[in-house]
């Protein structure tokens, strides 16, 4: 069973399938996978389930996200996955052609894209696969709204997009990018899902590994978390209603959320 909100759980299913589909043009070996960014482990850990024989790593350069996931993975019976505190930017713990497929779901726009594509090429085999999804950035969506809680409470904590081309909540650009980088066959499905928050959902999208990691570099457990908490649900909310997503009965909903799915080769 995929844990995690239903627009991300969405997503999931699309790596999974498209890495099912790369394993079986290539049945003559077994299927190699690094996810970066893993955060509590999905949509790896459903590839895992779903693939026999795959070997998946999972990275994060967050060390207690990785003992989240590894935590998860054993509550889930997963023995074979393995698991490496690493930046998706600096892969430079493998060497050139290890990995048939390299995925990231929904982080690639927290570092520097044309370093992190870079070194994810780098570490694929010839005719390797990655997958990849990213955010439309619009004020108009969750997105959105957490752009706005982060940059008032946290600012410069996003990731700077370097300039021009590196933008990853748009089509067109990413796939220059891809192209420019030598990647070869690229495309992007655009999927559009409307979210709801029940009221009382809203402080679990302060759970999300995201918005987590960042608490927990911000701020000491105790007073000073639960303070900031409060701080950033109210932002939340209050930006919620100028936006219009704030309903009657206290839930939001962003009637329009695009997630961008990226899939390339290396030649
Ligand atoms: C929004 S979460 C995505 C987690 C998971 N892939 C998913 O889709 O549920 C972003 C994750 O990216 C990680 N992250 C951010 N920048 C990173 C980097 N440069 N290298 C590795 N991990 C990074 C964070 O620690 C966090 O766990």
Redesign the pocket.
Known sequence: MMK?SPP?TV??KYFVDAAKLHASRHPERPCQVL??????????FTLVEQLPGVDVTL????E??VKVAQLEAQERGITTARFQV?????LSTWPANTYDIVM????VF??DPER?LQEWKRVLKPGGLTIF?TWRMSEHDLMGLWRTIISKMAPGEM?ALPEGIKDMGNAEPVLQLLSQLGFVDASCREVNVPIHVAASGIPDLFR??????LIEKKTQPGAEREAWLKKAHSIMVDTARNRHFLQEDGSIDTPRQTMLFFTAFKP
């Open positions: 995690g991300t997503a999931y996810d970066v960014a893993s955060g509590h482990g999905e949509p790896a990275t994060d350069f967050a207690g996200m690493a930046d998706g930017q600096d990231c779901s929904f982080a927290m570092m992190a999804s990731v999300n590994p995201m918005m987590a990691a």
